[in-house]
């Protein structure tokens, strides 16, 4: 079956009328599907469309991925994975700060933008714990490259986090921290455990505001992809 244009995209959700500027700046729908809300506001997307087009994006993939072919793993499986952990910095003063609603905001702009990022490089947002996200790569889809995927992933987060400018907040940063390691899954009941899990976590508190921190074995399966600082032997807490 012939895939969809964006034209015909857009026509389908009433939104013909942005064809012209997605044509000009050389936007078909597949690089539609890897842009965050900073990036349609750069086209000069109103509000409302842009947050249309990233919710119908979001149902979409999320009908796409109850459609695809699962594997039977209700019980244990295990996976040699890379873990991402993202952490919003000041995001407890903010709460204070902000009333429930404009919370919400800053924490859905938040949780697209990383989501958009992990997908990008086939990692899994595998969950959410309030301003804290934990994805992973090598599962569902296993590559060879996670180490380096989550890395790539990590980076994109945090230059698009402080590239989001959302009203009455200014600019954001995050933390991430990213090991590698087994996990013990059972996506059935939507759970994993491991000590990789656990690490990642830590790593993400000694990460400066808007960097990411990788233990060495990460950075030993990454290879020469990127630069490194350092930071000496930590203990464990």
Known sequence: MKSKSLSEWLKSHD?????????????????LRILTESDLKELGLPFGPRKRILNILREEKVLEKSAAPQADIS??????LAVL?????????LSYK?????MQIVLRAYEETCETCVNRY????????????????????????????????????????AGLNLQSVGRLQVRIGITSGMVVI??????????????????QTI??????VVSESVRRMAGGEFEYEDLGEKEKS
């Open 75 to 80: 019980t244990s499986e295990r996976r040699q």
């Open 207 to 212: 990460a400066k505001p808007g960097s990411v």
């Open 98 to 102: 902000l009333d429930p609603e404009a």
């Open 15 to 31: 939104l013909e009328q942005f064809v012209e500027i997605f044509d000009e700046n050389e936007v078909d729908l597949a690089t």
């Open 122 to 161: 086939d990692g899994y947002v595998f969950r959410i714990l309030g301003d804290g996200i934990v994805a992973f790569f090598g599962f569902p889809l296993a590559h060879e490259s996670g180490a380096e995927r989550a890395v790539r992933a990590g980076l994109d987060i945090i230059s698009a986090i």
């Open 186 to 203: 059972a996506s059935g009941e939507r759970n994993a455990v491991g000590e990789t899990i656990n690490l990642a976590a830590r790593l």
């Open 85 to 93: 952990f993202c952490d919003m910095v000041g995001f407890t003063k």
